[in-house]
């Protein structure tokens, strides 16, 4: 046995294996849960210690998994498999910390980076997709697992508490990022406003669609299983596509420290919406359609202020690698954001294009 720890080695044999654990090590580049992977002599699996801090109400959010895989299984698409423990729980709650296991989905790959433009576009078909097989999956069942993710004025006022508070004594050393948000406040209220007063549809979506929340085919590169589904919750369309432009339709990693390599790519925002729109054409309204790039601007916005508030707070929500990690992502996010106002005439063309090209209205 070879282990990096073991007390996960102990977890891990809490739950229903088949075969003997031979190694567990770290994997993955989530920032939120603790994933590592676990390799029996029989087959692999996927072990992660739920983060507590930012999932307050475990029980719930391990009834939604268990609700959205069964609901995608009985559709007939590849899902998350939850392995139970041994005395046939969902999940591990001990002293301390909650785990879970699941099935390793094999021959897939994830990308950080869009490898090209039909990958992405591939993924807009399957984040499009989601959003299809959800359309008739009963809201009213799934707790809300984290409440305000996408309320991008509560989380302007998370930012401006941080700021008030500058606990660490950063804020001297980012006023420029710091203003770029401060300077933006009036584009925040506009997709909580359009589901206040009716005119966005609310509906059930993934709240977190990263690229690599998405397994793809090792050989075909085809979209195998959307996973990551600890935020599937009642939303706006427009969370999904914008969070999946903000991450995707950029040159460079989310944390790449050099700007110069960070750049908007209006051409990945339009394989990127090919692939989405392709899907959901029948059920997109034009309101919707014509906030898709509002929509990608806000999603890196709110992003960019996360990060940013949580630098300032002293790191404790988003797992980071060095100090700086936080700020260096804010950094990247107010770039793409520059280049997406500089696009933001080509890309509501692209989108009336694609639309078209859809069939959509
Ligand atoms: P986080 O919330 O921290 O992002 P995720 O649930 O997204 O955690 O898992 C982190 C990473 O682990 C994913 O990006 C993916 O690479 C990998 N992963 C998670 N579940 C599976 C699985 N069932 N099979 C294969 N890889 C997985
Ligand atoms: C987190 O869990 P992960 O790493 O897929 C975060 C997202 C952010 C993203 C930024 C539950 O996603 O909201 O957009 O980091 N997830 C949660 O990379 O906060
Ligand atoms: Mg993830």
Known sequence: MTGIDATVTDI????????????????GDGHINTTYLATTNRRRYILQRMNTEVF????????????????LRAKGQETLDLVPTKNGEPYLQTAKCAWRMYAFIE???YYSLVPDAQVFRESGAA?????????????????ETIAHFHDTPKRFLDFRAALDADVHGRAAACHGQIDFFLGRAALYPVIMRGLADGSIPLRVTHNDTKLNNILMDAKTHKARAIIDLDTVMPGSMLFDFGDSI??????????????????FSSELFRSYAQGFVGQVHASITAREAELLPTGA????LECGMRFLTDYLAGDTYFAIKYPAHNLVRARTQIKLVQEMEAASSETDAIVNEVMEEAGGR
């Open 297 to 300: 601007m806000l999603m890196t």
């Open 12 to 27: 891990a044999s809490c739950f229903a294996l088949e075969g003997t654990l031979e190694s567990i090590e770290p994997y």
């Open 107 to 109: 021959n897939t790959i």
């Open 56 to 71: 307050a109400d475990i029980a719930s959010l391990m009834r939604n998994i268990e609700l959205v895989t069964d609901f």
């Open 246 to 263: 903000r991450f995707g339709a950029s040159s460079a990693l989310e944390d790449e420290q050099d700007l110069d390599r960070v750049h």
């Open 127 to 143: 984040f499009g997709a989601f959003q299809n097989t959800l359309a008739d999956f009963d809201a009213s069942r799934l707790t």
